[in-house]
């Protein structure tokens, strides 16, 4: 499996080249992790890159989505109470497995210590519990666990709103691009005018994409 990659996408429906767009940055030999939102919320684990541009296609031409496509990366999903009150779904993702950090505060069972998905759910779950938003369980995971780079996407069944949070630490950077009814936005290791030890926060507003962008410092400590 080579380097890890977290792609985010939002993008108003008809935004079909947007797609394109995106899995162009991925590695057609590697498998994929890829959940989309809109009105529901679609996981496809280990598909194909063929695979996943027929669901993106397919749901983009119906209707708006928010989308994180992820490729060699530890990823855990799961439902949580938001800090806002919210009962939301999250899909979480690392760059890279949790260091030690994240085993002493997540504290998962001794049997599911080495697995780097149950430790990733053990760290979000202390996280959120104690009261983390999930722009700052981003930053967490990027930040004091090691994971050099996370992305989140949330989907509040409620509000039927989705969102992208993604982080760096100094490890990786977060690139960005506009591109007419949608937005994209992708972790890497390297790349020139992109994003060092910052958060970005991804959705769509009335069929406009926007991306937000905050220092990884104010997130952790404001």
Known sequence: MGPGRLVALVAAQGALDS?????????????????????DRVVATGVSLSE????????????GITAIIAQGTVCSDSHFF?????????LVC??????????VTGQPPLP?????EAVLYAYAT????????????????AYSAEGLG??????????????????????????????????????TRRGKGCLERAV?????????????IRELERVLYD
């Open 112 to 116: 599911s210590r080495r697995s780097p």
């Open 200 to 212: 970005s926060w991804l959705e769509l507003v009335h069929r406009a994409p926007r991306i937000m």
């Open 150 to 187: 996370a992305g989140i996407l949330v989907w509040e069944k409620r509000r039927k709103r989705s969102r992208i949070f993604l982080a760096v630490s100094g490890g990786a950077r977060i690139c960005t691009r506009h591109l007419g009814l949608a937005a994209l936005a992708w972790l």
């Open 94 to 103: 690392s760059l890279h497995p949790l260091a030690r950090q994240a085993i």
């Open 82 to 90: 938001l800090k806002n009150g919210e009962y939301s779904y999250l």
């Open 19 to 39: 797609v394109a767009e995106a899995l162009r940055l991925l590695d057609p030999k590697e498998s994929l992790l890829v959940l989309v939102s809109g009105a």
């Open 126 to 141: 202390r996280l959120v519990r104690d009261g983390a938003s999930a722009e700052r369980l981003a930053a967490k995971i």
């Open 52 to 63: 996943a541009r027929g669901i993106l296609l397919g749901r983009v031409s119906r209707g």
